[in-house]
C-alpha cells in the first residue's frame, strides 16, 4: 500500500489531498485561460451583434450539437470507469476509459469534418475568406474567436486523448486498485473540464444566431 | 578548497553533500533547497544582464542629444531592461529562492508537495530565458515590456514572437510555482503549526501564489492572442480588422498589475521577518498582517484599470478604478505602520539584514505615496508616460521588492550555506544600496513632474542637471549591487561557521542545522506556540 | 475496505445525470426555433449553468469532496467573471466615438 507514497509525505491521505488540491488548482489555472478568451467573445460580441448572429447562422447547428452530446457522454462513461476502479473492476475501468478516449477522437474527427466545410465555404479568416456584405468585417472577428477558441479546446481534447490512453494502459497493467487510483482520478478531472468547458463554448458558437 | 568543505562536518550532514556533488545531482535534483539555489543562480545572471541594459540607458542619457545610441536601440534596450527584470528577476527573486529555501523548512514539511514540479519550473524558466537571450541576439524587440498592441502587432518589425514565447514560457514556471506552495502550505503544515502560527513569510508567499496562478494564465493566454495574431493575422486587437487594441491593455493589466503585487507581497512577508528578529519583538498586530496581505492581493486584481486612463478607457470606468486603486492603500498602510508600531520599544541591533528591511520601510512608502498621486485621475493625465511614473514604479520595485530581497538574502545567507559574511561590509553595502537608489530614482520624480517623458534617448538640456545626478546615482548603485558578490564569495571559501541559529531567531528553519540536512529536519517537529516569540523568551531570561 | 459501497456514488446517479445534461441540450439546442430575442442567450447560459454544475457535482464529485476543493471549484470558475465585468463594464460606458468616415 505504501509503494504509491513520495517520501515527503507523511501518509497516503495527505499524498491525496495533495493532489486532489493541486489538480483543482491546475483547473482553476486552465478555467482563468479560457476565461480571457471568454471576456474577449462577449466584449466583441458586444460592439458587433449582427456579425455576431450571422457568424453563428453560418456554423454547423447539427454536427455542433453531436459533438456537445458525445463529450458529455464520454464524461459520464469516464467518471463511470473511475467507479469501477474503486469497485476493484480493473477490466472494466479500463474498457471505460478506452470508450472514452474514443468519444474523444469522434469530438475530433467530427470537429475537423466542420473545419472542412467551413473550409469550403470560405469562412477561415485570412486563409479562405470569401464573404461580402455590410456583416462580413464583424463576422471575420467572431471567426477569429471561433478558430482561437476551438482550436485551443480541440488541442485539449488532444491531450485529454493521449492522456486517458496512458492511464488505460497503466489499468490494465493492474497499476491501479481501491486503494490508489489517484493519476485515474485526476485524468477524470482533467477530461470533466475539457467538458465543461465546450459546454459553454456550445451556446456561445452554435446558439447565437437565432430562428433556425 | 575541497579539502575544507570535506573535514567541515555540518558540511557533510547537509543537503549541500548528501546529494551528491556531481553537476548532474545538482540539475536533476528535486530537493526545494537545491532547486533554490538553481533559480538564485540563474536569476542572479539575469539580474545582471537587465542591470546592464539600465547602465546603458543612464550612460546614453547623460548627454541631452543621447549619442551613445539610436532611438532604436534605446528602444529595444528599455524593453530588454523591463521583460528581463520584471519576468526573469522580480517576480522569481523571491518566491523561487528564498521561497523555495524556506516554505517547506518554515512550515516543517520535508520538501514541496510536488518536487519534480519544481524542478520542471525551472527548467521552464531557463527556456523562457534563452528565448529571451535569443531575441536580444538575433536583434532584440522594441515594444516596450507591455507589448502594446497595435504596435507590438501590426507595426514592429523586430522579434517579438521570440519575446512573447519566452514570456508566455517563463509564465508557466510561475504558476507551477505558484500551485506547489499553494498546496504545500495547505496539506503539509508540521503538527500544532495551524494558520494563525505560520509565519508572515509564509503568508506573503501564499498570497503571492494565489495571485500568481488567478493572474498569469491570463497573460499566456494575451500573449498568445498577439502571436496569432503576427501570424495569422486573427483580428481580436487589431482596429484594422475592427479589433481593438484597448482590450489587450485590459488583458494585459489584468494580470500586470497584480504582476506588481506578485513582486512585493513576499517581500513584505521577508520584511516582516526582518524586522521582528532585528527589533526582538513579537509582530505587532499579526492577524491584521496576515488578513492585510490576502486583502493586497485581493484588491490588487480590482485596479488594473488605472494603467489606462488615457487609453480611451470610459469616464466612468476611470473612476471605479481610481477609487479601488486608493482603496488598496489602505492595506498597504496597515503593514506600515505595523512594522514601525514593531520597532517601538524594540531592541534594535542594525545589523546588514535590518538595515535593508529599514530601507525598504522608507523607500516602499515614498513609492506607495506617490502611487496615490498617480491613482487620482486628474494628476494621472499629467503624470502619465512622463519620469514620475517611472520612479514611482522603480521605488517599489527595487527600493522594495530588490531590498527585501537582498534583505533576505543577507539573513538566511547563513543557514543556506552555513557561514557567516563580513557583517561590515554588507552594512557599508546596505547604506551605499539607500543612498545610491535615492541619488538614482528621486530626481525622476522630479524630471517627471517638470514633464521629461520617459522611453525617449533624447531630451530638452533643461532636464540635463537632474539626468547627471540620477546616472551619478546609478553608478553608486550599481557598486553596491557588486559588492554582495565579493563579500558572498569570500564567505563561501572561508567564511566562519554560523551554526544553527547565528540571529537567536526565532522559527522552523533556526531549529535544524545550518545548512539542513536534505530532508530538512531529523525528527518532524512539532509546533507549540505562535510565530516571533520574541519578547517572552527575553523577559524569561 | 470492508463496504466496497461504501462512499462510491451509484451508477443509477451518473446515468441519470447524462440523461439530463443530454435533455438539457436538446433544450439549448431547441431555443434556435424561437423568435428572435435576447431572452435566447439568458436561456442558453442558463442552461450551460447548470450542465456545468451537474458535471462539477456528479462527475467531478464535488458533491463528496472537501470544503475546500468546492471552494476552489467555485471561486475558479467564478474569477473571469472579474475580468467580464469590468472590461465589458468599460465598453458600455464608453461615449460613443464617431467612425473615421
Keep these: 500500500m505504501n509503494a504509491h507514497l513520495a517520501e515527503h509525505f507523511d501518509d497516503p491521505p495527505q499524498q491525496k489531498e495533495a493532489a486532489m488540491l493541486g489538480m483543482w488548482a491546475f483547473i482553476a489555472t486552465e478555467v482563468l485561460f479560457f476565461g480571457v478568451l471568454l471576456a474577449a467573445y462577449i466584449v466583441c460580441r458586444w460592439r458587433f451583434p449582427a456579425g455576431f448572429a450571422d457568424g453563428s447562422r453560418h456554423t454547423d447547428l447539427l454536427l455542433g450539437s453531436i459533438e456537445t452530446a458525445v463529450l458529455l457522454a464520454s464524461g459520464c462513461i469516464m467518471a463511470v470507469g473511475l467507479r469501477e476502479i474503486q469497485l476493484a473492476k480493473q477490466r472494466s475501468a479500463c474498457l471505460a476509459i478506452v470508450i472514452t478516449a474514443a468519444l474523444g477522437v469522434a469530438f475530433l474527427v467530427l470537429h475537423g469534418m466542420e473545419y472542412v466545410d467551413e473550409y469550403h465555404e470560405g469562412l477561415i479568416p485570412t486563409v479562405r475568406y470569401l464573404q461580402n456584405g455590410t456583416d462580413a468585417d464583424s463576422m471575420e472577428v467572431f471567426f477569429c474567436l471561433y478558430y482561437v477558441i476551438t482550436g485551443l479546446h480541440s488541442l485539449h481534447v488532444l491531450i485529454g486523448v493521449v492522456l486517458l490512453l496512458v492511464i488505460a494502459e497503466r489499468t490494465r497493467r493492474g497499476h491501479f486498485s481501491p486503494h490508489y487510483y489517484t493519476p485515474l482520478e485526476i485524468a477524470g478531472l482533467y477530461w470533466s473540464l475539457v467538458d465543461i468547458v465546450w459546454i459553454f463554448v456550445y451556446p456561445g458558437i452554435y446558439l447565437a444566431g437565432h430562428s433556425a | ?541 | 475496505m470492508n463496504k466496497p459501497e461504501q462512499g462510491i456514488p451509484s451508477l443509477a446517479s451518473h446515468l441519470l445525470a447524462m440523461g439530463a445534461l443530454w435533455l438539457l441540450l436538446l433544450m439549448s439546442a431547441a431555443t434556435q426555433w424561437m423568435p428572435h430575442s435576447g431572452w435566447i442567450t439568458v436561456i442558453t447560459t442558463s442552461i450551460a449553468v447548470a450542465q456545468a454544475c451537474i458535471v462539477l457535482v456528479v462527475f467531478m464529485r464535488l458533491k463528496s469532496s472537501s470544503n475546500l476543493l468546492r471552494f476552489v471549484a467555485i471561486f475558479s470558475f467564478c474569477w473571469p467573471l472579474l475580468l467580464v465585468v469590468f472590461s465589458l463594464g468599460d465598453y458600455m460606458t464608453r461615449s460613443p466615438l464617431r467612425w473615421p468616415w
Design chain 2, 1 to 541: 578548497m575541497t579539502d575544507v568543505f570535506v573535514r567541515d562536518s555540518p558540511l557533510r550532514r547537509s543537503y549541500l553533500w548528501q546529494g551528491g556533488h556531481t553537476l548532474r545531482s545538482w540539475l536533476l535534483s528535486t530537493d526545494h533547497k537545491r532547486i533554490a539555489l538553481l533559480y538564485a543562480a540563474s536569476i542572479t545572471l539575469f539580474f545582471f544582464l537587465g542591470a546592464v541594459a539600465a547602465a546603458l540607458m543612464r550612460l546614453t542619457l547623460i548627454d541631452p542629444q543621447g549619442r551613445l545610441m539610436s532611438a532604436e536601440t534605446y528602444n529595444k534596450t528599455f524593453t530588454f531592461h523591463g521583460v528581463v527584470m520584471v519576468w526573469f528577476f522580480l517576480i522569481p527573486s523571491i518566491p523561487a529562492t528564498l521561497g523555495n529555501f524556506l516554505v517547506p523548512l518554515m512550515v516543517g514539511a520535508r520538501d514541496l508537495a510536488f518536487p519534480r514540479l519544481n524542478l520542471f519550473s525551472w527548467y521552464l524558466y531557463m527556456v523562457g530565458g534563452l528565448f529571451t537571450i535569443a531575441c536580444l541576439l538575433l536583434g532584440g524587440v522594441d515594444t516596450g515590456w507591455t507589448f502594446y498592441t497595435p504596435f507590438s502587432t501590426m507595426f514592429s518589425d523586430s522579434h517579438v514572437i521570440l519575446a512573447v514565447v519566452g514570456v508566455f514560457v517563463v509564465g508557466f514556471s510561475s504558476i507551477l510555482t505558484g500551485l506547489n506552495f499553494i498546496v504545500t502550505i495547505h496539506t503539509m503544515r508540521a503538527p500544532g503549526m495551524h494558520w494563525y502560527r505560520l509565519p508572515l513569510f509564509i503568508w506573503g508567499i501564499y498570497a503571492t501564489s494565489i495571485v500568481m496562478m488567478l493572474a498569469t494564465p491570463v497573460l499566456a493566454m494575451t500573449l498568445c492572442l498577439i502571436g496569432l495574431e503576427r501570424l495569422f493575422g486573427v483580428g481580436i486587437f487589431d482596429p484594422s480588422l475592427g479589433g481593438d487594441p484597448v482590450l489587450f491593455q485590459h488583458f494585459f493589466w489584468f494580470y500586470s498589475h497584480p504582476a506588481v503585487y506578485i513582486m512585493i507581497l513576499p517581500a513584505m512577508g521577508v520584511v516582516s521577518e526582518l524586522i521582528c528578529c532585528g527589533a526582538r519583538r513579537r509582530i505587532f498586530g499579526y492577524r491584521f498582517m496576515t488578513w492585510s496581505l490576502l486583502g493586497i492581493a485581493f484588491i490588487g486584481f480590482l485596479v488594473w484599470g488605472h494603467h489606462m486612463f488615457v487609453a480611451g478607457q470610459s469616464m466612468y470606468a476611470s473612476m471605479a478604478f481610481s477609487i479601488l486603486s486608493f482603496i488598496v492603500a489602505v492595506p498597504s498602510a496597515i503593514k506600515v505602520f505595523n512594522w514601525v508600531s514593531t520597532l517601538y520599544r524594540g531592541t534594535i541591533d542594525f545589523h546588514a539584514p535590518m538595515l535593508y528591511a529599514l530601507g525598504f520601510i522608507g523607500l516602499f512608502m515614498l513609492g506607495g505615496l506617490t502611487g496615490l498621486f498617480l491613482a487620482a485621475v486628474a494628476l494621472d493625465v499629467n503624470l502619465t508616460d512622463t519620469y514620475f511614473v517611472v520612479a514611482h514604479f522603480h521605488y517599489i520595485m527595487v527600493g522594495g521588492s530588490v531590498m527585501a530581497y537582498l534583505g533576505g538574502i543577507h539573513f538566511w545567507w547563513p543557514k543556506i550555506t552555513g557561514r557567516l559574511y563580513s557583517e561590515r561590509m554588507a552594512q557599508l553595502a546596505a547604506v551605499l544600496m539607500f543612498i545610491g537608489f535615492n541619488l538614482t530614482f528621486f530626481p525622476q520624480y522630479l524630471l517627471g513632474y517638470m514633464g521629461m517623458p520617459r522611453r525617449y534617448h533624447q531630451y530638452p538640456p533643461q532636464f540635463h542637471a537632474l539626468n547627471v545626478l540620477s546616472s551619478i546615482g546609478a553608478v553608486v548603485l550599481a557598486i553596491s549591487y557588486l559588492m554582495p558578490l565579493f563579500y558572498f564569495a569570500r564567505s563561501l571559501r572561508s567564511g566562519a561557521s554560523a551554526g544553527p541559529n547565528p540571529w537567536q531567531a526565532a522559527g522552523l528553519e533556526w531549529m535544524t542545522s545550518s545548512p539542513p540536512p536534505e530532508h530538512n529536519f531529523v525528527e518532524t517537529p512539532v509546533v507549540t506556540e505562535g510565530p516571533y516569540a520574541y519578547h517572552e523568551h527575553e523577559e524569561q531570561a
